[in-house]
């Protein structure tokens, strides 16, 4: 069984910089699909980002492109999210999650992930 523990979440100051990451124990995440969700207060968890597992395959929600970008480190079992130019709609709780799924690709459908950190609250301010 996996555990993820996610950290780097905070306030700061619309127009800022936040890092997320997101640390893996109990089994490698080697070979598997990595993704970012997220979860404002009475809304639905969204797709933010993922990336397949050698990091040549990335995707990203329209909302976040060209601000964030996600990347890991496999030897350290470790995926990261870097968010910049932070807006107040990127409020939310982020999760990290392991897909289920391998391959060459990466998976932006919460139903292909099977494992998930516990959030780490992101709270940008105007």
């Known amino acids: 069984q996996v555990q993820l523990v996610e950290s780097g979440g905070g306030l700061v100051q619309a127009g800022g910089s936040l890092r997320l990451s997101c640390a893996a124990s109990g089994r490698t995440l080697n070979m598997h699909s990595m993704g970012w969700f997220r979860q404002a207060p009475g809304k639905e968890r969204e797709f933010v980002a993922c990336i397949n597992w050698n990091g040549a395959s990335t995707s990203y929600a329209d909302s976040v492109k060209g601000r964030f970008t996600i990347s890991r480190d496999n030897a350290k079992n470790t995926v990261y999210l870097q968010m910049n130019s932070l807006k107040p709609e990127d409020t939310a709780v982020y999760y990290c999650?392991?897909?289920?799924?391998?391959?060459?690709?990466?998976?932006?459908?919460?139903?292909?992930?099977?494992?998930w950190g516990q959030g780490t609250q992101v709270t940008v301010s105007s």
């Open positions: 999650a392991k897909s289920r799924l391998y391959g060459s690709t990466c998976y932006r459908a919460i139903e292909d992930y099977n494992h």
